[in-house]
Each structure stands twice: as structure tokens, then as C-alpha cells.
């Protein structure tokens, strides 16, 4: 069955894409907002909403999940210092994503992606 079978490609290899999706989703818990395409920003958002779930569970575990998937230790300790704390009470929807008008160059859709005060 193809059920869940349904990732953007970006027209990069498997592992191009999730070095672009990697290194987004740190961008963002660095910068707290990036502009970025609508597509990107739709494919990041689940995985940093799930990152930022794991970042509230205290322990060597998950701070080494975090570690495995982002790379960056200085990201890592942002998102579990300053990020994860902000959301203790809240279940879900840390990002939001706002639709901008198209690049002028290729007429892409491109989108603000944030996480929610």
C-alpha cells in the first residue's frame, strides 16, 4: 500500500532533500521566521512541529534524538533552552505559515514561516 507516500521531491535525491529540509528547519529555530516557498514551508513544518515536541521531554534521549536529526549544537540547545519552554503548555501548532505574493523572478508561491508567539 502507498499510504503516507505522498513528500514533495524538490527534484533533489533523498538525500539532498533531507539535507534542504534539514538545514531549513535549523534556520528556522535560529532565525524564528524564514521566507521561504510555500512547498518548502509545508514539507518543514511537520518536522519541526515534531521537534520541538521531542525538545519538551527532558532527558539524554532526546537531546540526542535532536542531536541525530539537526546537527548543530548550538540549535539544539536554542530549541531546547529558549524554544521548547515557550510551548510547555501547548499540544501542537507551534508554526504558522503566511502566504507572500509571488517571486518576481519565476512567479514561485512563496510563504513566512514562524513559530507562534
Do not use: C, W
Request: positive net charge.
Amino acid at each position: 500500500m502507498r499510504h503516507h507516500d505522498h513528500n514533495r521531491k524538490f527534484g533533489r535525491e533523498k538525500a539532498g532533500r533531507e539535507a534542504l529540509l534539514r538545514l531549513l528547519a535549523e534556520n528556522l529555530i535560529e532565525r524564528m521566521r524564514i521566507r521561504t516557498t510555500e512547498a518548502k514551508a509545508k514539507e518543514l513544518r511537520p518536522i519541526v512541529e515534531k521537534l520541538v515536541t521531542k525538545a519538551k521531554i527532558p532527558g539524554l534521549a532526546a537531546n540526542r534524538y535532536l542531536q541525530s536529526r539537526l546537527k548543530t549544537t548550538k540549535v539544539v540547545t536554542k530549541l531546547t533552552k529558549e524554544i521548547a519552554p515557550k510551548y510547555s503548555q501547548r499540544m501542537g501548532g507551534y508554526t504558522r505559515i503566511v502566504k507572500l505574493p509571488p517571486r518576481k523572478s519565476d512567479g514561485s508561491r512563496m510563504a513566512l514561516i514562524e513559530f507562534v508567539e
